[in-house]
């Protein structure tokens, strides 16, 4: 355990132990040796006796290319003694979502596919699960519609008047990419149903789908790219 003298909310210190130094940056998300700067912070009045609250401390990221300040915040655990100063990590905030590897060949083909699910994945991170599926579910749509627009199955304005489920039956040839997008698009709008019908599947299982659609699809970008560009002599 650690030990801090941190500040109620009338100012007073307040000596108070905590289990935990974070050791990634929650905004760079490069594991680091924090930098302390010593402050503390309760947010009680320990005068009350019978006081309850939080224990949150400041640190900085040490990276020249970060160097940013974030908060830990640790829970409150009464001990057996009746001692009230202990704390437990509860997280780290603010949290700025990591960045998904997405293949270059699929951020020219749909940057905003990359932005939705840039944010989807930011909103599971924050623990937004219940916003994170339908989100998903979006980008996954941006990812087909663009891929076949660009492709010129048939012409821009039905694929952007026809139902994501449909695009994929009736427009999108390859069978992998036709498998994995089709069982994406049905846990994403279970995500934004009232009843569940794919109740043992859920956000992990939807985005392992998707990301293997960007898989197919990369694969066949580039398979294409290197098919024209690239002739025996």
């Not at 789908?209 to 694969?219: A, F, K, P, Q, R």
Request: charged fraction near 20%; include cysteine.
């Amino acid at each position: 355990m650690y030990q801090i003298v941190a500040k109620d909310l009338a100012g007073v210190d307040v000596p108070a132990h905590f289990d935990v130094i974070p050791d990634e940056c929650p905004i760079c998300h490069h594991g680091i040796s924090v930098n302390k700067t010593g402050n503390g912070y309760i947010s009680a009045r320990v005068a009350n006796h019978n006081w309850s609250g939080y224990l949150e401390i400041c640190y900085r990221c040490p990276r020249a290319a970060c160097g940013r300040m974030f908060c830990a915040i640790y829970r409150q655990v009464i001990q057996n003694d009746g001692s009230k100063n202990w704390f437990f990590f509860g997280g780290v905030y603010p949290r700025a979502g990591k960045t998904p590897n997405v293949p270059e060949s699929i951020q020219k083909l749909s940057p905003s596919f990359v932005s939705i699910f840039s944010q989807a994945l930011e909103a599971e991170q924050a623990g937004l699960n219940e916003v994170c599926g339908p989100a998903l579910r979006r980008a996954l749509e941006f990812l087909v519609k663009d891929y076949l627009i660009q492709n010129k199955v048939v012409s821009e304005e039905t694929i952007k008047a026809t139902a994501l489920g449909a695009c994929i039956h009736n427009y999108v040839p390859d069978s992998n990419v036709k498998i994995c997008a089709d069982r994406a698009t049905w846990l994403g709008n279970d995500a934004t149903h009232y009843h569940r019908k794919y109740s043992s599947h859920d956000v992990t299982h939807l985005k392992e789908l998707i990301n293997l659609t960007i898989y197919w699809l990369s694969s066949e970008v580039l398979t294409k790219k290197y098919r024209e560009d690239l002739t025996k002599k």
